[in-house]
Nanobody
């Protein structure tokens, strides 16, 4: 089993930045891809970004490229999501996920965190 704990969310003004962290524990050697998703009120959970085991490959949701940067520190078993130029529409619960496959689809991720709230005020 793998446990994921997100942190770094909060209330921020539009135009600001946040760095979310997700610390993994347990059988972390089984993890390949780690990703970030978000879910806004009344909307479905959507993919934000993912990073390969080595950190050398990344993928982003098409509409979010440019303001979001995912990175990974395997020595700390932690994945990060840097969000710049925050907009009110970025308000959501952000979830970390870990998968044993190479860039799995949303439903193929094996482990999920509890989420961290990001609220962007205008």
């Amino acid at each position: 089993q793998v446990q994921l704990v997100e942190s770094g969310g909060g209330l921020v003004q539009a135009g600001g930045s946040l760095r979310l962290s997700c610390a993994a524990s347990g059988r972390t050697e089984s993890i390949s891809t780690m990703g970030w998703f978000r879910q806004a009120p009344g909307k479905e959970r959507e993919f934000v970004a993912a990073v390969s085991r080595s950190g050398g490959r990344t993928r982003y949701a098409d509409l979010l490229q440019g303001r979001f940067t995912i990175s990974r520190d395997n020595a700390k078993n932690t994945v990060y999501l840097q969000i710049n130029s925050l907009k009110p529409e970025d308000t959501a619960v952000y979830y970390c996920a870990a998968g044993r496959r190479w860039f799995p689809t949303t439903h193929e991720y094996d482990y999920w965190g509890q989420g961290t709230q990001v609220t962007v005020s205008s």
